[in-house]
Structures are given as C-alpha cells and as structure tokens.
C-alpha cells in the first residue's frame, strides 16, 4: 500500500538548511525573515529550530520543509537566502540528497 501511495500521491517535500555559518543566536526576527522570504514564491512550509554541527562546532540551525513539484524554485529561494542572512551557503535536500547551493550558483 504505501508502495502505491508513493507513486500516486502528493508532492515532493525539500528540506532546506540554513545553516548558520557564524555560529550567531537564531531570534525571532530570523525566523520571521525565513518565513517571509518562503511566503514570497510558496503558499506554505514548516519552519523548525534545530541543532547542528558545522567546522566542529555545535550551532543552532533553521530549517524549512516545502512542499513542491518544482526544484528550480527551491535552489533560487536557497539563493535568496544566501543573500537575506549572509551565508556562505545553505543547504537543501532533494530525494534524500544534500546539496549545497551558493548564491552565485548559476548552473
């Protein structure tokens, strides 16, 4: 059954880190920066606090999940993002893969 469900059903969902590369407090203001970033070009996400370990050092993290049939999409909203919180680069995983995006990324 969920075999049938996976192949018949629904959309894709992305994860996208932002991954916090200076190691700073994530506030409120953040997250309502990362939220109305997302808004902008999907009708819908979750947005989470999480914990990570990036160059050796624990951190905290945002992450969104997105639903969307459309990876171009995520890949330029990740770029947006590099631009919005000044990070080298953030992180997004599609069907199971992470892949770093740089806001220079052009192919």
């Known amino acids: 059954m969920a075999r049938h469900l996976d192949s ?23 997250v309502d920066r990362l939220c109305e970033t997302i808004s902008r070009n999907f009708p819908s996400a979750t947005v989470q606090h999480a914990e990570a370990i990036f160059d050796g050092s624990r ?35 599609v069907g199971g893969r992470y892949i770093r995006v740089y806001a220079d990324d052009t192919g």
Do not use: M
């Open 8 to 30: 018949v059903i629904g959309q894709a969902v992305h994860l996208v880190y932002l991954p916090n590369t200076k190691g700073r407090a994530i506030t409120d203001a953040d």
């Open 59 to 93: 951190r905290p993290i945002l992450l969104a999940r997105i639903r969307t049939d459309s990876t171009d999409a995520v890949v330029a909203l990740a770029q947006r993002l590099c631009l919005a919180f000044d990070q080298r680069f953030v992180g997004i995983e």
